[in-house]
């Protein structure tokens, strides 16, 4: 008796599991194009940063302004056709240059694209920043180019890319 008992119970509990089993969905993961899938939420995180960039230079928040940037070995910027360039640099020049601003005329970013491939993402655009020092107006048209890593503290800059845009090229607003 008891082993009927006990065999029926086998019985029971296999049944019961190959129809669990049955039930359970399967998960498919769908690859990652990193060439072709748009991450749209990470698009606007990075543009979100780099508005507040705008902002930090705007307000002249110079540690805010190079806290969006990780410099380290792998850091390197290419500017007006000099050779490259790592974070020690990039800073230095960053706060010198934003650091003796005394008025920010016009800060356009024209044609901007952004482009996520994951954890990666590269902004270009065609500057039109009209900035004063002292008496002195100083217009940029530059193409550049920013690469974004995201970090545990959000994206940050790792590479940028400073081209004067020809004259004949430049977007008449």
């Given at each position: 008796?008891?082993?009927?008992l006990l065999?029926?119970?086998?019985?029971?509990?296999?049944?019961l599991?190959?129809?669990?089993?049955?039930?359970?969905?399967?998960?498919?993961?769908t690859?990652?194009?990193?060439?072709?899938?748009?991450?749209?939420?990470?698009?606007?995180?990075?543009?979100?940063?780099?508005?507040?960039?705008?902002?930090?230079?705007?307000d002249?928040?110079?540690?805010?302004?190079?806290?969006?940037?990780?410099?380290?070995?792998k850091?390197?910027?290419?500017?007006?056709?000099?050779?490259?360039?790592?974070?020690?640099e990039?800073?230095?020049?960053?706060?010198?240059?934003?650091?003796?601003?005394?008025?920010?005329?016009?800060?356009?970013?024209?044609?901007?694209?952004?482009?996520?491939?994951?954890?990666?993402?590269?902004?270009?655009?065609?500057s039109?920043?009209?900035?004063?020092?002292?008496e002195?107006?100083?217009?940029?048209?530059?193409?550049?180019?920013?690469?974004?890593?995201?970090?545990?503290?959000?994206?940050?800059?790792?590479?940028?890319?400073?081209?004067?845009?020809?004259?004949?090229?430049?977007?008449?607003?």
């Amino acid at each position: 008796m008891k082993s009927k008992l006990l065999f029926t119970l086998l019985i029971l509990f296999g049944v019961l599991l190959i129809s669990c089993k049955e039930k359970e969905q399967k998960v498919v993961e769908t690859p990652i194009d990193l060439i072709n899938d748009e991450f749209s939420e990470a698009m606007q995180e990075v543009k979100l940063t780099m508005d507040s960039i705008a902002q930090s230079v705007k307000d002249g928040d110079l540690d805010r302004l190079i806290s969006f940037h990780a410099y380290s070995p792998k850091f390197t910027e290419f500017k007006k056709g000099e050779l490259r360039n790592g974070g020690t640099e990039n800073e230095e020049f960053e706060r010198n240059v934003f650091g003796s601003v005394t008025e920010i005329l016009k800060f356009d970013m024209n044609d901007m694209k952004i482009a996520v491939y994951d954890q990666v993402a590269n902004m270009t655009f065609h500057s039109d920043f009209h900035l004063k020092f002292e008496e002195d107006l100083v217009v940029v048209n530059d193409q550049i180019s920013l690469l974004f890593v995201k970090t545990k503290n959000g994206w940050r800059i790792v590479h940028e890319h400073h081209s004067p845009l020809k004259k004949d090229e430049k977007l008449e607003e």
